[in-house]
């Protein structure tokens, strides 16, 4: 099942502007990471944030976590053509049979338009 | 190696042959996953290995899915009698040790895409 929940589905903005994708989860986590993927290939990490930090920066990309509302959000600024892509948050949940999985929801896609 | 290797790139099957999707891990990553993602949505957990313990197959979603890892290090995902719901990017990631709980990061392959005809 679905542990994150990322909103909007897609999300299509000019160049400059601010990007801000939302992240809902389920269950309690020990972290929550952002990964981007273009065209459908591999994901590549972005960031990751503990359970017990509220807000972390790298670069250009801001992310907070609120966990008692279980949500997560990503902000780009002054967005680039370039970071036209998929974006999925991830959270570490319990699989039941002895291992922690990462589990991944359906993504936001970002159009960036130059 | 510098990244996380997958083989083939794309693959194109018959229904009902069988198939089969490789992956050579970062050197010294003892944790390895597998991952599959249908068209337009999230990554689905299959099958997870770390270091001599057994695999965590709680994802795999039938008996014709199964996965091993040889000597520690590459992995092979084999799909039998494959079926056109298989279609997918099989994607394959590893993470130092165990890597979740602890916070390390996974890196993923640029995956397998299997269409299944």
């Known amino acids: 099942s679905q542990q994150g929940e990322e909103d909007p589905q897609a999300l299509s903005i000019q160049e400059g502007e601010n990007a801000t994708m939302n992240c809902s989860y389920k269950?309690?986590?020990?972290?929550l990471q952002w990964y981007r993927q273009n065209s459908g290939r591999g994901l590549v990490h972005l960031i990751l944030?503990?359970?017990?930090?509220r807000e972390k920066h790298s670069g250009r990309l801001r992310v907070t976590l609120d966990t008692s509302k279980k949500s997560s959000s990503l902000l780009i600024t002054a967005s680039r053509a370039a970071d036209t892509a998929s974006y999925f948050c991830a959270t570490d949940a319990y699989s039941g049979a002895g291992s922690y999985q990462l589990t991944f929801g359906k993504g936001t896609k970002l159009s960036v338009i130059p | 190696g510098a990244g996380v290797s997958q083989s083939p790139s794309n693959k194109v099957t018959e229904k009902g042959k069988d198939v089969e999707l490789r992956c050579d891990p970062i050197?010294?990553?003892?944790?390895l996953y597998w991952y599959r993602q249908s068209l337009g949505q999230g990554l689905e957990f299959l099958i997870y290995?770390?270091?001599?313990?057994?695999?965590?197959k709680s994802g795999l979603p039938s008996d014709r899915f199964s996965a091993e890892r040889t000597g520690g290090s590459v992995s092979t995902l084999t799909i039998q009698r494959t079926q056109q719901e298989d279609s997918a990017v099989y994607l394959c990631?590893?993470?130092?040790?165990?890597?979740?709980?602890?916070?390390?990061?996974?890196?993923f392959g640029e995956g397998s895409w299997l269409t299944v005809v």
């Open positions: 290995f770390q270091g001599n313990s057994a695999p965590d």
């Open positions: 050197s010294g990553h003892t944790a």
């Open positions: 944030i503990r359970s017990n930090e």
């Open positions: 269950t309690s986590i020990n972290n």
């Open positions: 990631a590893s993470s130092l040790a165990e890597g979740l709980a602890s916070g390390n990061t996974i890196y």
